[in-house]
């Protein structure tokens, strides 16, 4: 009998670590909103974007910086074309002001997609079910490149034709190239 | 030469329809012997406590190597700070799964398929069998589910040292940054990540453990029965492990 009591404790033993380990893994490894879940401590909050990029559901909804919601799902909008996106934001931040605006930033050079909220002037505030209306896209890296190398090669055919001209004539109007 | 192919591949379609069948039977006594947990007790003991530190062990030098390697790789882009979300998401979806798994087919396997082969060799199993005490429910169900219960908290205990390990390398040696490395894990760690290592390391147990105890009961009664049993139990099991790891990060992704 003491032989079978030390080896159930063993058995125990070892259950409660690898419970341990796990409640470890799924609280300090990941984070899911402090105000996910519990109604009547958060309240939901959409905003329509042209492009949301790679923002993904989870990302967190920050505020000068500081974190006041995240995102709980993404959906298109059928007739507009956008993406509609619905934040659940804490109650404790319940006087962001209705005229805010709603940005999609990258968390580092390479990092995820989050939104930032900016604070409008409006005196009312933002409640439950709300939309935000002022919205801006999330930049598209190719796009922002495409661009870049379109300036580049504007400003590079100016230089080689006549080099003071002004940097806004179109490609259209400048001297042919010689062949 | 014909012959002998199709006589391979009939004995392989023999063999998996057995092990299925076997499967079923041990599902089958599973509720009877649940309620006998003492019996099941003891083997998550024997599959999984001792079993605890070959596990930590491994677990923490592959952490340490990932974090090796993922700083070196990391840092060509100048973004070691990712090394915890890396580390994270190696070692949660796939290392600590699969290297779990093989080392549990080493440890624990072959234990279980040598004790019930010997049992075989021995008569224990006929002697129970002619006391009409089913071995099935008294010898294999009990050690069967140990091992099933054992191997994904192995996985999980192999994911924690395993991160310990990888935050000592990279952030302890290569100095990087140990609030990014945990709030970059944090941030892109997510629930499903470990719940794909758990149905994976859930599915592995099933797999190590019913090849261990169908080995080990269909052992040829002699010494070489019995170590052939066992070194069959460990090629079977890394080769169904590596399979199935294949089709379940497919499945998952």
């Known amino acids: ?179 | 030469m014909i012959g002998e192919l199709r006589r391979s591949l009939v004995d392989a379609l023999e063999g998996l329809g057995d092990i299925s069948l076997f499967l079923l039977r041990l599902i089958a006594d599973t509720p009877r012997a649940l309620l006998r947990f003492g019996l099941i007790g003891r083997q998550i003991f024997n599959c999984g406590a001792l079993s605890l530190v070959i596990i930590m062990l491994s677990g923490l030098f592959v952490g340490m190597v990932l974090g090796l390697q993922g700083f070196q790789l990391l840092q060509r882009f100048g973004s070691e700070e990712a090394l915890g979300t890396a580390a994270a998401i190696g070692l949660l979806r796939e290392l600590s799964p699969v290297i779990t798994g093989l080392l549990f087919a080493g440890r624990a396997g072959t234990a279980l398929a040598s004790e019930i082969g010997l049992m075989r060799a021995t008569d224990q199993l006929s002697a129970m069998e002619m006391m009409a005490v089913d071995p099935i429910r008294h010898v294999v169900v009990p050690r069967f589910l140990g091992g099933v219960i054992a191997m994904p908290l192995l996985s999980v205990i192999f994911s924690v040292i395993g991160l310990y390990g990888a935050q000592l390398v990279g952030v302890q040696l290569m100095g990087v940054d140990s609030g990014s490395f945990w709030s970059q894990m944090q941030a892109s760690v997510e629930l499903r990540d470990i719940n794909q290592g758990l149905v994976k390391s859930a599915i592995f147990g099933v797999a190590c453990s019913l090849i261990a105890v169908y080995q080990g009961y269909y052992a040829e009664p002699t010494a070489e029965g019995v170590g052939l049993a066992t070194t069959r139990t460990v090629v079977t099991s890394a080769v169904v492990v590596l399979f199935l790891d294949y089709l379940l990060t497919s499945a998952f992704l």
């Open chain 1, 1 to 179: 009998m003491g032989k079978s009591s030390t080896l159930n404790m063993g058995a125990g033993a070892f259950v409660l670590l690898g419970f341990a380990a796990l409640a470890f893994l799924t609280t300090q490894t990941t984070v899911h909103g402090p105000h996910l879940g519990r109604p009547g401590s958060v309240y939901d909050v959409t905003a329509k974007f042209d492009n949301i990029g790679d923002l993904k559901v989870g990302a967190p909804v920050s505020m000068a910086g500081v974190e006041v919601g995240r995102v709980v799902r993404i959906s298109l909008d059928p007739k507009q074309y956008k993406a509609v996106v619905l934040m659940q934001l804490d109650s404790k931040f319940d006087q962001i002001p209705s005229d805010s605006d709603a940005s999609i930033y990258t968390q580092g050079l390479l990092g995820g997609k989050f939104i930032g909220l900016t604070a409008g002037a409006s005196d009312t505030y933002l409640k439950n079910h709300d939309q935000i209306d002022f919205t801006q896209s999330a930049i598209v890296l190719e796009n922002l490149i495409g661009q870049l190398v379109a300036n580049f090669t504007n400003k590079g055919s100016d230089s080689s034709g006549s080099s003071g001209a002004a940097p806004s004539t179109s490609p259209s109007s400048k001297p042919e190239k010689p062949k």
